[in-house]
Structure formats: C-alpha cells, structure tokens
C-alpha cells in the first residue's frame, strides 16, 4: 500500500508541474504564431517518448501496463 501511495503523491506532483507547463504554453503561443508550432512539437515529442517508455517497459516487464485504459477519456 505504501508503493500505491507513492505513485498518488506522484502524480500528484506530475499533474502540477503539467498545468503549469500548459499554463506556459498558452503564455508562448500568445507571444507569436511561430510558438503555436514550437509548443505542438515540443507536446507531441514529449507524448510519443512516454508512449515509447510505456510500450518498452511493458514488454520488459511482460504485461501490457496501458491495458484497460480507456483512450477515448483522453479526448
């Protein structure tokens, strides 16, 4: 229980450190058009690298540790 509890403060953490980098985001791409397109690629590089990281550790660790999330939540 101790590790579940971990990952939650975790995520927590993750989840702040995430709005305020949405929060930057939003502050860039209201500088110039150009940083519409810097902040998509730097959103979609991100995406696919933690993509790739859970497809490698889900092989490593021979179980599929995306299974039974429902991707249509993230829309």
Do not use: C, H, P
């Not at 990952?7 to 930057?24: A, G, P, Q, S």
């Not at 110039?32 to 696919?48: A, D, I, M, P, R």
């Amino acid at each position: 229980m101790e590790r579940i509890k971990e990952i939650e403060r975790r995520l927590i953490n993750i989840e702040r450190e995430i709005k305020e980098i949405v929060d930057l985001i939003i502050d860039a791409r209201e500088q110039s058009g150009e940083n519409k397109q810097v902040t998509k690629e730097l959103l979609e590089k991100y995406l696919v690298k933690m993509s790739q990281y859970l497809k490698e550790k889900s092989k490593d660790s021979g179980e599929s540790l995306s299974k039974g999330i429902n991707l249509w939540k993230f829309l």
